[in-house]
């Protein structure tokens, strides 16, 4: 068993190793841990969520703020794990777990799983079930060491219309689209800068309205209202 290993205390869930699977998920629980061999801030009822894996047993802590955020279990370090039905009282899962090699602590501690909303028989099946499935000297628990890994930031997009140069382009720019006839370059590597020739600028250009002649006289104007 081994505490705050292998846990996404952001998204509240286990981190899962390669191969592992999660199979079945249980709210509202509380997991009460007693033995000689457990630090003070281990032992306690801890409530929160319980989690199996095709690999482990995982509680995770439901405030998440305190020295308990989650007990890992895998399943070669449990023994004795029964289902409790009591006359008076709800049902619990009750068993035995062993500290790993490199846990901060050693020797054997109790735990009890009781599950307020209900459900601990579903549980306990499921949970029966999985350890039988651990072979003979199984090899450690690999725990999950979450990586950060930097997110790139996206390039900003274009904005404006592509620059226009009235000079016949560069000698590695091609001829927009490859059709004979056109006047406009572009570069396929810079396809917001055009080369436009001053010619072709020049003639694509409007021309500006032309005033040589002499605005009407007032009586001429008159007549043609007339």
């Not at 890994?149 to 009235?166: D, N, Q």
């Amino acid at each position: 068993m081994a505490f705050n290993k292998g846990w996404d205390n952001g998204r509240f869930r286990p981190f899962l190793a390669a191969g592992e699977g999660l199979c079945r998920t249980s709210h509202d629980v509380e997991l009460q841990m007693t033995g000689d061999g457990l630090m003070g801030w281990m032992i306690g009822t801890h409530k929160g969520n319980a989690y199996l894996t095709t690999q482990r047993f995982v509680f995770g802590a439901k405030s998440g703020a305190g020295a308990v955020q989650a007990i890992s279990m895998p399943f070669y370090c449990l023994q004795g794990v029964e289902v409790k039905q009591p006359i008076f009282g709800a049902n619990y899962i009750q068993g035995y777990v062993c500290a790993e090699p490199t846990s901060e602590w050693k020797g054997r501690a109790l735990f009890k799983m009781y599950f307020n909303s209900g459900g601990a028989i579903e549980f306990a099946m499921e949970f029966l079930r999985l350890i039988r499935t651990v072979p003979p000297n199984p090899p450690a628990y690999e725990y999950v060491i979450p990586v950060a890994v930097p997110i790139a930031k996206p390039a900003e997009p274009p904005t404006g219309r592509p620059a226009v140069h009235a000079s016949a382009p560069p000698a590695e720019y091609s001829n927009n689209g490859g059709a004979a006839g056109y006047s406009a370059y572009y570069q396929p590597n810079d396809p917001h800068t055009m080369y436009v020739p001053a010619q072709s600028a020049q003639a694509s250009a409007p021309s500006a309205p032309t005033h040589d002649d002499a605005p009407p006289s007032y009586d001429d104007a008159m007549k043609k209202d007339q």
